[in-house]
C-alpha cells in the first residue's frame, strides 16, 4: 500500500518562498513520475509540475521560472521549491505517484 504525505505548506507573504515535500512510503519510488497538483478554492484542481524517474521536468505555463520540482530516490521524496509566490498561488497542493496515487494535500496561503 502506498502513502503519500505531503508537508512544507503554510502562510507566506507574496514574494516569499516554500518548499512543499512529498515522502512516499513503500518501494521502487524511483520508477515512478511524480506530479504536483493544486487546488484553488471554487476552481478545479490544475497541474502544476512533473518529474519523470530519469529526472525530466515540466511546468505549468503559470509557474514556469518561479517553481522548480526535484526528487530525491534515496529519501523517497519529491519536492517543490516556490518562490516569488503570488496571491493566485493559493491553494491546496497535492502530489502524485504515477498514476494512481495521491496524497492528503497540504495547503499554501500568500497573503499580506
Known amino acids: 500500500q502506498v502513502q503519500l504525505v505531503e508537508s512544507g505548506g503554510g502562510l507566506v507573504q507574496p514574494g516569499g518562498s516554500l518548499r512543499l515535500s512529498c515522502a512516499a512510503s513503500?518501494?521502487?519510488?524511483?520508477?515512478?513520475?511524480m506530479t504536483w497538483y493544486r487546488q484553488a478554492p471554487g476552481k478545479l484542481r490544475e497541474f502544476v509540475a512533473v518529474i519523470t524517474s530519469s529526472g525530466n521536468t515540466n511546468y505549468a505555463d503559470s509557474v514556469k521560472g518561479r517553481f522548480t520540482i526535484s526528487r530525491d530516490n534515496a529519501k523517497n521524496t519529491v519536492y517543490l521549491q516556490m518562490n516569488s509566490l503570488k496571491p493566485e498561488d493559493t491553494a491546496v497542493y497535492y502530489c502524485m505517484l504515477g498514476p494512481s496515487y495521491w496524497g492528503q494535500g497540504t495547503q499554501v496561503t500568500v497573503s499580506s
Open positions: 513503500g518501494s521502487a519510488f524511483s520508477i515512478y513520475t
